[in-house]
């Protein structure tokens, strides 16, 4: 196993809450529900999202307006104008945001208008990408690749924090296996080995795991029911009108509905479900929270690998 200096856990209990905004945390005790569409599709989507989604607890709301799609003839994102539309619900809603980001050169510009910066899995290895990621100052969310080994995860996240970014928090969301029945298998094992192996937040995403609405509930359960500290969920307005990834998108009213079911799962683990506080809770400037142990291994070659 590599050296992992900054990525892994320096003592037994150290862990490393990202800040998000200046209410809304995640690492720390309390659970964070990320949720929304695949792809930010219009005004009136997110409007009607962010309306819904605003009265659960959820935290936060995702929205890709750069997509990663697998033939270059599929709906593509709908770029900067996509950017203000979730500035937009975000400021009337006081949720933060989570946006895609796939090349450096949209970096500067996703950073203007959202809260954290989504790596998705097929950039997991883009070096290039993450370096300069570990230059702003902002939370990166880091996918697991669709095939990367957690050695590999935690080495990219690694290029990230040794660049100086310390506002990493890691998502499993499935890897390719030999089965098709589900999109990709939920790798909770990995869950729980990244928890013990590093001090970052680990959130999951079982959307993609399992590429089927009626399988995402359960398995959002388990994640948190397995240590996990968060959650990135697909839903949408009109589930199956979806531009992308339409067969795994909850309704806005079965996501609300998994939100409260969490309560209970989270309350078993020992852990809560973070309470929306409304106005105030998103800021114009995110502050950064430096993880405990960062600067101290920052400095010094520790003899932990992975
Ligand atoms: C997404 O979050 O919409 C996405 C494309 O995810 P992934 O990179 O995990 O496939
Ligand atoms: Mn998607």
């Not at 995702?62 to 539309?85: D, H, N, W």
Request: hydrophobic content about 45%; aromatic content about 4%.
């Amino acid at each position: 196993m590599m050296n992992a200096k900054l990525a892994a856990k320096s003592e037994l209990n150290s862990t490393t809450i990202v800040n998000i905004s200046h209410t809304l945390a995640v690492g720390g005790e309390e659970i964070v529900v990320i949720a929304g569409p695949c792809a930010v599709e219009s005004r009136e989507q997110m409007q009607t999202v962010a309306a819904k989604l605003s009265t659960a607890p959820i935290q936060a709301l995702r929205g890709g307006v750069f997509k990663p799609r697998t033939s270059p003839y599929a709906f593509q994102g709908m770029g900067e104008e996509g950017l203000r539309i979730l500035q937009e619900v975000r400021s009337q809603y006081h949720l933060p945001v989570v946006t895609e980001v796939m090349a450096i050169s949209q970096i500067e510009l996703i950073a203007q208008y959202v809260d954290v910066l989504q790596v998705g899995s097929r950039n997991m290895q883009n070096f290039d990408l993450l370096k300069a990621l570990g230059s702003i100052d902002k939370p990166v969310l880091l996918k697991r690749g669709l095939a990367a080994t957690i050695e590999e995860f935690v080495m990219a996240a690694e290029y990230i924090l040794s660049h100086g970014n310390p506002q990493v928090i890691l998502c499993e969301r499935g890897i390719r296996s030999f089965d098709t029945y589900t999109r990709n298998v939920l790798d909770l094992g990995a869950v729980a080995a990244l928890k013990q192996i590093t001090h970052l937040p680990v959130i999951v995403d079982p959307s993609h795991a399992l590429g089927k609405r009626e399988l995402v509930v359960p398995l959002a359960k388990a994640a948190i029911a397995c240590g996990a500290d968060g959650l990135i969920i697909e839903c949408h307005p009109e589930p199956e009108k979806s531009i992308s990834d339409a067969r795994q998108a909850l309704s806005l009213e079965a996501m609300m509905e998994l939100a409260h079911s969490l309560e209970a799962v989270a309350t078993a683990v020992g852990r809560k479900i973070h309470k929306n506080t409304g106005v105030g809770s998103v800021n114009e400037s995110t502050p950064i929270d430096w993880p405990k142990n960062y600067g101290m291994l920052k400095n010094e070659t520790l003899p932990i690998t992975i």
